[in-house]
């Protein structure tokens, strides 16, 4: 690393295997990670495997009331928040053609993935444009950027997420603050199974269709990629795709 402050993050999702694996990258750079998540059992199981550089809170990013008051729940000791990891996201009740999908099911799906999103940010955001120092990396997909049917509620979720960046990034353009973009495709993460409420069969199913698909921590090394470069240096967008995928 080139700046020792830059030493302290947030992980949102962290009991996810996407957030399991950029916690490890970012616990393996000699961080310091707050894993956020609204899984009481599998956070608190997380802390205790990753160790002593770790601090786990429950929340959920769409309880506003607590979202609003997160920096509040984090201890001095993995204080100030010089990274952002936003990666907590769902598509539960996805992967269905929207006029028979549930109301609800899209509603929460862009409360998650962007509302959340953007509470997430806007608790830790104003610290760090006082200290004039900090990295925000929001994971969206390559949904963001790409029509895939039956997936409506999710790519219009992170289509949010992909302008929310653009838009933030430009309105920190003159301080020392990064903003960095991920757009992964097809990961095997948890994401699936829990999209089909649980259904295993569905899961591989699902898989079974693709030849290849990206491990999360090809992403999370991308992450820590993005974080790494010298501070005058911004990734601003990363697509990371499986090589049979284009």
Not at 152 to 164: D, I, P, Q, R
Not at 180 to 203: C, F, H, M, S, W
Request: no cysteine; charged share 25%; proline share 4%.
């Amino acid at each position: 690393m080139t700046e020792v402050s830059r030493r302290n993050a947030v992980v949102t999702g962290a009991a996810g295997g996407m957030g399991r694996a950029i916690t490890r990258a970012l616990l393996d750079g000699g961080r310091q990670v707050v894993l956020v998540d609204r899984d009481a059992e599998s956070l608190r199981a997380l802390a205790a495997e990753m160790g002593d550089n770790t601090f786990a809170v429950q929340l959920d990013i769409t309880d506003a009331e607590n979202v609003d008051r997160l920096l509040e729940l984090i201890p001095d000791a993995f204080k100030p928040v010089d990274i952002l990891v936003n990666n907590a996201g769902h598509d539960i009740g996805g992967r269905t053609r929207f006029d028979v999908g549930a109301a609800d099911d899209w509603s929460n799906i862009i409360s998650t993935n962007l509302i959340g999103l953007m509470r997430v940010t806007r608790s830790i955001l104003p610290d760090m444009v006082a200290r004039n120092a900090g990295h925000i990396v929001n994971i969206s997909s390559i949904n963001a950027v790409r029509i895939v049917p039956d997936m409506a509620a999710y790519s219009t979720s992170k289509a949010g997420v992909h302008m929310f960046t653009e838009t933030i990034r430009g309105e920190l353009a003159e301080t020392a603050i990064r903003v960095t973009e991920i757009q992964p495709g097809l990961a095997r993460t948890n994401i699936i199974v829990t999209r089909y409420r649980g259904d295993r069969q569905k899961e591989k199913e699902y898989f079974d269709q693709f030849k290849m698909a990206l491990d999360p921590s090809d992403v999370a090394r991308s992450i820590v990629f993005a974080i790494d470069q010298p501070p005058h240096v911004q990734i601003a967008e990363m697509m990371i795709l499986p090589v049979n995928r284009y």
